[in-house]
């Protein structure tokens, strides 16, 4: 029987139905979730995937969708992925598709009780020369997350088996892989310590999931240049810490400064190193680059800055245009002075900046069509579409 098959049969943990978490609770506090009184707050209730109970995974076109108006909200779709092992196997063996719903996990599981847990970020594309879909670079996550399972004390997934679970996934899900040059669709691979754990451990159990969203821009300024704020105060990341692997932990720490920022109209925060306060690393959800002169910049990942792919693929793609990227260390001064500014990311794919409050001041960038972060959006979406030749080989085919 194929993935697919067996998804169809069951969901994940022999669930019957899509309750999971809210679904036990509720038969504890004995309501119905459905008329009587519940004492749960009701918007526990809305967070539930509405399950489709039609099998679309052969169909074409996800349902009502707004292609052109995709964010990066997040729309169910129909089949995630999921691949257990436990402590004593050491490794993962065999993954399988299961319709996308909520999932059970142990109140003192290892991910919510310590943070065991990783994620990784990256997108299909519906191919231009033909039929099937398009994927860059998922070994690259694939290394990355196993660069981080080793961080963060858990097993993880071969190359191998992360990139035929990305291609399951978006399999399962093609209906929902937006028309060309409308968006993409999100994979998002979690690795978590799902086995129970009260003292502080490895967990027993891991489990590695993947789940699928389509997505348009990732700021709500969509293609336009954002606004960036310094942030003196909170840290994204320090030497010895985590700030260099996807963990999870890495990011509801910056939400505080992220809502401060944006509720001042900003659309990310840049954050400084937690050492000397004057270099740059990060922003929440992107790398930084600089450009001046003929010379870009980007701050070196020496543990404390995420490596992004994107990043790795800009610092290239940059260096085969002529110019010289350095990796290095990137002062406030640095920044402020700079000609052109832009963020990298698999979310924000090639952001350029317009400007940066630093200190109660407002530096502006160049920004617009005769820029080289244009130039580098523009070479790299036309790889990752399928619309340049792609001489690196950085896109793997699903069909
Ligand atoms: C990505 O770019 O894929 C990320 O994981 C960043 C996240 C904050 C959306």
């Not at 993935?3 to 139905?17: D, E, N, Q």
């Not at 670079?137 to 660069?147: L, Y």
């Not at 960036?228 to 400064?257: C, Q, W």
Request: charged share 20%; proline share 5%.
């Amino acid at each position: 029987m194929d993935v697919l098959s067996s998804a169809k049969r069951a969901l994940p943990w022999g669930r019957t139905s899509a309750g999971g978490v809210i679904g036990g609770l509720r038969a504890l506090l004995g309501t119905d979730g459905g008329g009587g009184r519940s004492l749960l707050p009701s918007r526990w209730k809305s967070s539930q995937p509405q399950l489709d109970p039609v099998d679309r995974s052969d169909e074409e076109g996800g349902g009502d969708i707004d292609w052109d108006n995709l964010g990066f909200g997040l729309t169910p779709t129909d089949y995630m992925y999921v691949m257990r092992c436990t402590q004593e196997e050491g490794g993962f063996s065999r993954g399988e598709l299961a319709r996308y719903g909520n999932i059970e996990l142990s109140p003192s599981s290892g991910v919510l009780n310590y943070g065991q847990g990783l994620f990784e970020g990256l997108k299909a594309y519906r191919r231009a020369d033909g039929p099937g879909y398009t994927l860059f670079r998922p070994e690259e996550n694939a290394r990355r997350m196993q660069h981080g399972a080793g961080r963060m004390c858990m097993p993880s997934p071969s190359v191998e088996q992360f990139v035929h679970a990305v291609k399951q996934t978006v399999l399962a899900n093609k209906r929902w892989v937006p028309p060309q040059g409308k968006g993409a669709l999100y994979l998002r691979p979690l690795l978590i310590g799902s086995g129970a754990i009260l003292g502080l451990a490895p967990a027993p159990e891991y489990t590695f999931m993947i789940y699928a969203a389509p997505v348009g821009t990732y700021f709500k300024e969509g293609m336009a240049a954002i606004n960036l704020l310094v942030e003196e105060e909170i840290h994204r990341a320090m030497p010895g810490g985590t700030g260099g692997v996807k963990t999870i932990s890495n990011y509801a720490p910056v939400l505080k400064a992220q809502m401060d920022a944006r509720s001042k109209g900003f659309a990310d925060v840049l954050y400084l190193d937690s050492v000397h306060k004057r270099y740059v690393e990060e922003a929440s959800s992107c790398n930084l680059f600089v450009v001046k002169g003929g010379a870009v910049a980007t701050p070196a990942t020496a543990g404390t800055i995420l490596p992004g792919v994107t990043r790795r693929s800009i610092i290239e793609l940059a260096r085969d245009s002529g110019y010289q990227v350095e990796e290095r260390l990137v002062s406030i001064d640095d920044l402020i002075s700079a000609d052109e500014v832009f963020c990298t990311g698999t979310a924000v794919g090639v952001t350029p900046v317009s400007t940066i409050t630093y200190q109660g001041t407002r530096y502006e960038f160049r920004t617009g069509e005769d820029t080289l972060s244009k130039k580098l959006y523009t070479t790299l979406t036309s790889i990752q579409m399928g619309l340049a030749e792609d001489k690196k080989g950085w896109t793997v085919a699903v069909d």
